[in-house]
């Protein structure tokens, strides 16, 4: 186990890496704690929770919404669950987020800590205290930004996860690389997803490196004003897909990359498209889908990053250095208008 | 126009007292503004919200829930509110809370400000930063602690308040005199409800002074960890009746006042419980109300004041002199029980 502390502006986050359920009781006090777990991970990982009260939460990004939050208040009520109480949220990114924006409302806020259980949720979702559910097709229209007490990553949870979620989780891991680490992006072209499955140990540096790359991030710009746009690359194209035509999110992220390059090449003179597209396939990940144009544009009308009629849109300078430039939303319309033909 | 600025822990609180509506384009742009008024204020007072986008909330603590929150989000999608957006409050404790609660999870929060409409809101609702919604019977089960960018006072609109209403406000100013101000409660004792609507520099002097005994309060203690509680007199009792019973928040607040001045005899021999009685009976508001024990307490039991089976009780040792007595489950149900007969 590995335990590393990191500070916020008003709270604060332990990570135990390479540690497991077993180690939690050394530092939560079952009787107060009460445990969200995705039903997959459960089902496939019962004996680990035995002795912990749980609430199952349903998988899938469709479940993360206010019906969700609404049932489980309810269980919360029900189980007693008072200002003491430490939620624990087990799972993906659906069952982290869903966890901490109810920790975040229930009784006016209590505290919360994380389990990730895929890759994805161990290298982002997990990290930075933004939380929320979807409204329709606008992704994490409501939520908060609230740190969890501590997040504790268990890689024997990772035995069970299928390969779309291993995809998922390497299009945020080579999303850092195309902002923030060109050495690291080598590291992804000259290995390959059997290589990080079969080989634990460069696994468990690969996940432990792109947590804290987003740890720092997060930590220079907790309510993202500055920095910490950047991890939208991909995201703005990639959000407005993903719920309209029913992309995990690792897949939509990863066509968003693609298209978030081709309008680098226009306004940045980035030159590697090619390069971010073949590693993307490398993991398995698509580069492309067939959208309309005008369905899209209406999402991300409604998309929180936009203010008033700009986008910032995050772009590539170089592998490992991105910008964030401001675009009217007329000229990202005409942009991906005429992209629909291709 | 009397202008105050508060510091709270990580925000500030601008009011604007013997202020008017008019004021607010001096401070607020109003494209980036949306209203959240109540529907009576609304209707009362149209015309002092010309020009500003508005979204009509109905009246009445049966609203102050999810489902009310969820039309709000959707509207506010309609609108195309973003990230710039700033909300403001227009009505009693319901259209605060609501505002509040809105705007500190609508795209992870936006700004947001009050005017409350009512004595209730003034002195006490619009101040401090709780927000947040009913679950079922359960009193606020569901917020954020947030401080509001501004409060504004516009006394025109309490010219249409409800007599009932004025009543529901003074339980507040009454509650306040009990817990920190003994000459402020002397003063209550020789002046009266029609005094105070009859004379607006006496009535504005006094809702000053009551809004400010609450900010100091809360910007001692913003997150509740001590002095904030006695802030709660009257309304442990009077939580567990308000909905039950569907008695308006004052009429159950005063009914839970004396419930607390009687139990305040037993545990610090407080001897005004009449004095107490005589000023609610003067105020126009209930001392008494028939109650089913074995109900309340288990509203009670659910309360968030409650950490496991320990009830922080608010008690009196004096007029003016309020101290947290905590006080087990078991025994609170003893005494309920007893009076429940009487």
């Known amino acids: ?35 969200l777990v995705d039903e997959q991970v459960f089902n ?61 409302i229930y009784m006016r806020g209590i505290k919360f800590g994380f389990i990730p259980a895929t890759i994805l949720g161990m290298v982002d979702a997990s990290i930075g205290g933004k939380n929320g559910i979807d409204v329709g097709v606008y992704k994490n229209m409501v939520g908060t930004i609230n740190q969890p007490s501590f997040i504790l990553h268990d890689l024997a949870l990772l035995n069970t996860l299928p390969e779309i979620e291993w995809q998922n989780g ?43 790359i987003k740890t720092n991030v997060v930590i220079k710009d907790e309510f993202e004003t500055g920095d910490r746009k950047l991890l939208n690359f991909g995201h703005t194209f990639g959000h407005a897909i993903e719920n309209t035509y029913k992309l995990s999110h690792g897949y939509a992220v990863a066509v968003g990359m693609v298209m978030a390059c081709m309008i680098s090449e226009a306004y940045q003179g980035f030159k590697d498209t090619n390069r971010v597209v073949e590693l993307i396939k490398k993991y398995g990940l698509p580069v492309h889908q067939s959208y309309n144009a005008k369905k899209v544009i209406d999402v991300m009308k409604a998309d929180k990053k936009k203010v008033k009629d700009v986008i910032s849109y995050v772009l590539l300078q170089k592998i490992g250095k991105a910008v964030v430039e401001p675009i009217a939303i007329s000229e990202v319309e005409n942009i991906i208008t005429q992209l629909e033909a291709k």
Chains 1, 2 share one sequence.
């Not at 050495?183 to 992804?188: K, N, Q, S």
Request: with cysteine; net charge positive.
């Open 1 to 35: 186990m590995n335990i590393k502390k990191v500070n916020f502006n008003t709270s604060s986050t332990t990570f135990y890496f390479a540690a497991g359920i077993a180690h939690l009781k050394e530092f939560v006090d079952v009787q107060h704690a009460v445990m």
């Open 170 to 212: 390497f299009a945020e891991i080579i999303k850092h690389a195309c902002i923030k680490d060109a050495v690291m992006f080598r590291e992804l072209e000259a290995n390959s997803l059997k290589k990080y499955q079969s080989k634990k140990t460069l696994l468990c540096d690969l996940i432990q490196r792109n947590a804290l």
């Open 44 to 104: 496939q990982h019962a004996k680990r929770f035995k002795g912990w009260k749980t609430i199952i939460l349903k998988s899938g990004e469709q479940y993360k919404k206010q019906s969700t939050v609404d049932a489980i208040i309810k269980q919360l009520i029900e189980l007693g669950a008072d200002r003491k109480t430490i939620l624990i949220g087990v799972g993906g990114g659906v069952a982290t987020d869903v966890t901490g924006y109810i920790a975040s």
